[in-house]
């Protein structure tokens, strides 16, 4: 029982690889370097847990994983242990004597697998041990998980991943893997060259997740519309709110507790002891929507998050598809949703101009916010221009806003060139710059007291925007500003021409623009359509009677084995797999075998417990 496909079956319950999954398997099984790009949910684990396993059983000895998170390292090693394989960690929970005895069962030869962040693999004492093994014999494979850490030019770099190349000079003829689910042209060289992998296999899979429908809405009343978007799509299931500050965070989760939404706030201010009880509940509750900033998600290994939004513009693109690939890791539908508004842009932009970075750095980060800015402001559907960042070529998708309910533009010209000249007016008027709110009122022509305080009543441009809204106006400024025709700068926000401004003012950049516009409802009625199963356990119409009470026994039975044995209820058994069990209703050991995602030890654990809960 060495080979990939019979480990496949017996471990993971699987009957067949997924993508491009087996021949990275094989490859690294073979002893070949690697570079795996995957998306989020596309079985990144497998393809170096299932390798560890087969050279593990060859007699090649003990794969470490490098893991950047604490909480990524427990719900991998439980989900091994859940399949009979020996895994273990190395981190800051464990105290001297239990770390001291996982280093005993690492020399012993006890272990498949072994968890450790890379500042922790650095130092001296796990260098030594790793020496010890390595001159047995017994070092099968290193696998580098959120490999993009290593680069600066990344969303989430880690100064500690700079270090890892020493792997590759001290322990020559080890095999390495690099994981990661999101990474740029640049970034992926930077890769390969700090970790040394550049005679590495590049493996690079599609980077569509077609079950994530992508919605971005106009920033009006950004709580009540995260609320109607809950309450209308997701109501009791699981999700994660994104926020740029911690007030904003905890503020947030506390209205929609008022709500009679069970939130929870998470932010690194926050006490380390309140941090885990929060996630510890969002990961083995039902339902828990989690309020954070970004400082929670990576390696968060819930299959069954039904939707992540945006509150706040995050700062890139690799971000945004991280953040949102955290929903729906099982293939079920699952929605990406983020509002936004003109202020987002200008604080992403002040906070990469008053960065202390380098010109060069800055620079890369003004275009990677430009690339979002165009996925946001984008009337073509959402999904095409997204995969484009990554050079991937697709068409139009059926499950974004823009596909679903293709949204109205106009020729937005003129209106442009009216707003270009009223900031042009402000600045022949002693250099003087104003915000987006008193633009407006000048070209609609209201005499409010600040107008006629600064005698902007007599400007050639007051009164001449009287036909277009207000909403509409801040709409053509916000899209100004993210096409870079319009800079908004300082303290206050006040705008500027931007070095494209001279162009349409002369007419010779026309300009079609997104009309003002709320939208509610049909994207439900749309999803209705697609949906096959759902995914929370309410009950289904899809379903008849007697398979949704046998998937409620399921997963009642599940949620109190769970509980018993202290780890998330997916550790146990994913929702798809219960479905499935509910579905063929099997009768016999044999045929609850057969069902995808039950190996052969979660069959001797659970295999009559289930057969009499499904009878």
């Known amino acids: 029982m060495t080979t990939p496909a019979a480990i496949l079956r017996e471990v993971f319950g699987y009957s067949e690889f997924r993508g491009t999954q087996r021949a990275i398997v094989d490859h690294i099984c073979a002893g070949g370097d690697a570079l795996v790009l995957m998306p989020t949910g596309g079985g990144k684990s497998l393809c170096y847990q299932l390798p560890a396993i087969v050279r593990q059983r060859r007699g090649q000895g003990v794969s470490v994983v490098v893991s950047p998170l604490i909480a990524l390292m427990h719900d991998q090693v439980s989900a091994l242990g859940e399949l009979g394989v020996a895994a ?32 922790r ?3 001296p004492r796990f260098l030594t041990l790793l020496d010890t093994l390595y001159a047995r014999g017994q070092l099968a494979l290193f696998a580098i998980d959120e490999a993009h850490c290593v680069s600066q030019w990344g969303h989430d770099f880690r100064e500690d991943y700079l270090g890892l190349g020493v792997l590759h000079e001290r322990y020559a003829g080890v095999p390495r893997v690099a994981l990661t689910a999101t990474a740029d042209q640049h970034t992926r060289r930077d890769m390969l060259a700090r970790l040394q992998l550049e005679s590495a296999r590049l493996f690079v899979t599609s980077f569509d997740r077609p079950n994530i429908r992508y919605t971005i809405v106009e920033k009006l009343d950004p709580r009540r519309q995260l609320l109607r978007f809950i309450r209308s799509d997701h109501p009791g299931e699981a999700g994660i709110v994104y926020c740029q500050s911690r007030r904003k965070v905890e503020e947030t989760a506390a209205w929609l507790a008022e709500e009679g939404l069970t939130a929870l706030p998470y932010h690194a201010g926050l006490e380390a002891g309140v941090r885990r009880q929060h996630q510890d509940r969002f990961l083995r509750e039902e339902g828990v929507v989690m309020v954070a900033t970004i400082a929670f998600g990576m390696g968060i290994d819930k299959p069954d998050v039904r939707f992540v939004a945006h509150l706040d513009l995050p700062r890139n693109i690799e971000s945004y598809y991280q953040e949102t690939g955290r929903a729906g890791r099982d293939g079920a539908p699952a929605d990406a949703w983020m509002s936004y508004g003109l202020a987002d842009v200008v604080n992403q932009r002040r906070m990469i101009d008053e960065s202390e970075a380098g010109e060069e750095f800055k620079g890369l980060q003004r275009t990677k916010l430009a ?6 402001e984008a009337h073509a559907c959402r999904r095409v221009r997204l995969l484009d960042y990554f050079g991937e070529d697709s068409t139009a998708c059926g499950n974004c806003d823009n596909c679903l309910v293709p949204p109205a533009t106009w020729d937005a010209t003129q209106a442009a060139r ?10 022949q008027q002693r250099g003087q710059r104003f915000g987006a709110g008193h633009l407006i009122d000048v070209l609609r022509g209201k005499l409010t007291d600040k107008v006629t305080q600064y005698g902007h009543q007599q400007l ?5 925007g009287a036909d277009v809204s207000e909403a509409q106006w801040r709409l053509v400024l916000r899209q100004l500003v993210a096409l870079g025709h319009i800079r908004a700068e300082g303290e206050f926000n006040t705008l500027g021409l931007g070095e494209s401004a001279r162009e349409v003012l002369r007419g010779e950049v026309p300009v079609r623009l997104r009309v003002a516009e709320v939208r509610t409802g049909r994207r439900g009625a749309s999803r209705a359509k697609t949906k096959t199963s759902d995914p929370s356990g309410h009950p289904d119409k899809a379903l008849d ?3 949704n009470a046998r998937l409620a026994a399921l997963k009642e039975w599940r949620a109190a084995t769970a509980r018993g044995r202290n780890v998330p209820a997916y550790v146990v058994f994913h929702d798809a797999t219960l479905l499935e069990m509910a579905r063929a209703a099997p009768t016999t050991r044999a045929a609850l075998g057969a069902i995808t995602g039950v190996g052969v030890k979660k069959l001797e654990a659970y295999g009559e417990e289930l057969l009499q809960v499904l009878a």
């Not at 009216?418 to 600045?427: D, E, K, M, T, V």
């Not at 050639?460 to 001449?464: G, K, M, Q």
Request: net charge negative; proline share 2%.
């Open 371 to 376: 690339a979002l800015l165009a996925l946001a």
């Open 545 to 547: 009677r007697a398979t």
């Open 460 to 464: 050639s441009t007051f009164n001449v």
């Open 418 to 427: 009216q707003a270009l000249s009223g900031i042009y007016r402000f600045q």
């Open 121 to 123: 693999i650095l130092t």
């Open 88 to 119: 273990a960690f190395l981190n800051s929970t464990l105290d001297a004597a239990a770390a001291r005895g996982i280093e005993r069962e690492l020399l012993a030869g006890d272990l498949t697998l072994l968890y450790a962040a890379p500042e």
